[in-house]
């Protein structure tokens, strides 16, 4: 089951993100939305008109239409709101520009397409706050998040992460920025991991070449203070590597350790191989939520949260395993109980991480 599990992450969707920066300055407001294509796609499959799988210029401007009436149906923006969105005047969106992007989203995977749109929302008057309640993009991911900046009047932006948890930011210019940023950021920690497959089938190797729990404990342990010691660094900005390097090696990593797994057998020391890989995969983590801490003010709050729910979605994978392998244990004879784990269950999940991994090597860096 475990092995099937693994397989099936191979097609599945990774978590979708997109950013928006709505500027005000007096009556004008106007809004810069980015997100991947396939996010895009998955939510108006009708935008692709020759059913290709890509998106191209012709095919976005014709559907401005679809794109301009999909945003105002999920996203709300309202001026002097007083308890939510709703009881504000809302603003309707018109859609001004579309087109690919370049550069780089918060969360998207290296070699992701991406679209920009620039949206003007009618205002009769100098809006005194502002209201934003957003349920973009949930057709492509339940757990979609948007990076979600407020400008207004020139002065510093302002950012918040938006998504099913926590869709209404009720912005007042003049207040404090508001939020429970220690338990969005957690959350979104736990939902990074729990949605990571390359990192959950690298754990899952690691868990069953482990012999003993007490040993998985230390391989943990030196794993988790690796990639939390890199996460934090690249993401305060003291130390980095390119995506285009650190995603290929994250990939050979997991398929080193399932092919050391299907083809010998594990070494007794297994941290210090834990640690190394582990310094790589927190680069890995830096890069997908840099810029996400990078606009949060409080941005040590923010990467303690990120951190500690990384953690516990790692931990409640661990313990998954774990009781699982302790419930097959019941049934196996003594003498077969050297490892944590059976050897042919072992050695069939190594297959299929190794598997997976040389995939994702192949895919991140050669695009196939």
Known sequence: MLSLALAAALFAHPNSVS????????ARVAMELRCQERTLLESLPELDRDDDGDLVESELKKGAELVQNYVREHLILAADARESARDGARLVAKLHSVVSATGALAGALPGDELVDFVFDFECEHAPRNLAVDTTLFRESDPFHRDHCAIVWNGAEPVSRLLWVEDPLWMFQPDAAPAGNVLGAYLHLGIEHILTGYDHIAFV?????????????????????????????????????????????????????????????EPPKRLWPEAFGFGLVHGLGFAGALRATLAAEPDTLRA???VNAGVELGQLAIVASVVLLLRIVARTRAEHERATLAPAGLRRATAGVVAILGLWWFAERAFGV
Request: net charge positive.
């Open 204 to 264: 899952l190797a690691l868990i069953l070449a482990s012999r003993r729990v007490r040993s998985l404990l230390v391989v943990v342990t030196a794993f988790t203070l690796a990639h939390s010691l890199t996460l934090a660094s690249a993401a305060m900005g003291w130390f980095d590597l390119p995506g285009s390097v650190v995603e290929p090696v994250i990939a050979l990593s997991i398929a080193w350790v399932g092919a050391r797994n299907l083809f010998a």
């Open 19 to 26: 950013s928006s920066r709505i500027t005000v300055d007096g």
């Open 303 to 305: 990467l303690f949260g």
